[in-house]
């Protein structure tokens, strides 16, 4: 008769079951991967200087909206608001995409330089890790845009603009300029992990700084040739020229449900 089978020890908790797999760390067990991942982020985001990044992108827009609004004459602003959202929207087009750029460089960029991929993997998934840091980076994004609308707002009311606040409008400002620059991110943060030389990833975001503008001025269905037209395509006020009277004035646009696809 055969003996019993001998019993085969249970794999070691924080060693792999099987060659080949990735380690269960103890963010597994606990069930909070991208939890953990994103503090990892948060910390390497402190160390690397990206929430000065974001102040300055802030800084920069701040002193472009400033001096742009400090020109208004006393009759332009009871369409303050209008005017505000369609500088807004020029000014997030040319220093966003830069920014977006950046920011997927400096988030990858310490992998890339310590060459710590291959230890990350045995602690997490790559899918896991790629969530991670397009989650931060969108974290960061929103809280940038919340910041600025939040500072133009306040800025508006100082100068005298309607105190009847179009919060629907500015709402959708934020939303749409969030969506477009988080797909932004993801492509330049695509281009920043597959890279070493950070180089190629941020030439891509300077010429998508100058396409964000140069392309406002384009029809709509060349807008949405380039991720970066989309800043007009969901723009939410529009200029309007008026050839005899050599007036400027502005009107609301209504975004379709259509023009939020490609």
Request: net charge positive.
């Amino acid at each position: 008769n055969a003996g019993p089978k001998p019993l085969r020890p249970a794999p070691l908790r924080g060693t792999a079951k099987e060659p080949g797999r990735h380690l269960p760390g103890p963010h597994r067990w606990e069930g909070g991967e991208l939890m953990t991942l994103l503090r990892l982020e948060f910390f390497k985001g402190r160390r690397r200087k990206i929430p000065l990044l974001c102040l300055a992108c802030l800084g920069i827009q701040t002193a472009w909206m400033v001096v742009n609004l400090l020109r208004m004459e006393p009759e332009e602003l009871s369409q303050g608001w209008m005017q505000l959202v369609y500088t807004l929207l020029l000014v997030d087009a040319i220093t966003l995409p830069l920014t977006m750029a950046a920011l997927a460089s400096r988030t990858c960029e310490l992998e890339h330089k310590e060459n710590t991929w291959k230890l990350l993997e045995t602690l997490a998934r790559p899918q896991a890790l790629y969530r991670a840091k397009l989650t931060w980076g969108a974290i960061l994004i929103l809280g940038m845009l919340v910041v600025e609308m939040a500072l133009f707002v306040c800025f508006g009311l100082a100068l005298g603009f309607p105190h009847e606040i179009p919060w629907g409008k500015l709402g959708l400002t934020v939303g749409n300029v969030f969506l477009v620059s988080l797909g932004i991110y993801a492509l330049q943060l695509g281009l920043s992990l597959r890279f070493v030389n950070q180089a190629a990833p941020l030439a891509v975001g300077i010429l998508g700084s100058f396409a964000g503008l140069f392309i406002l001025f384009f029809p709509q269905w060349a807008q949405r040739c380039l991720p970066w037209g989309y800043y007009g395509v969901l723009l939410q006020a529009e200029m309007l020229w008026d050839p005899v009277t050599r007036n400027v004035s502005y009107a609301w646009l209504h975004t379709a449900p259509s023009d939020y696809g490609l």
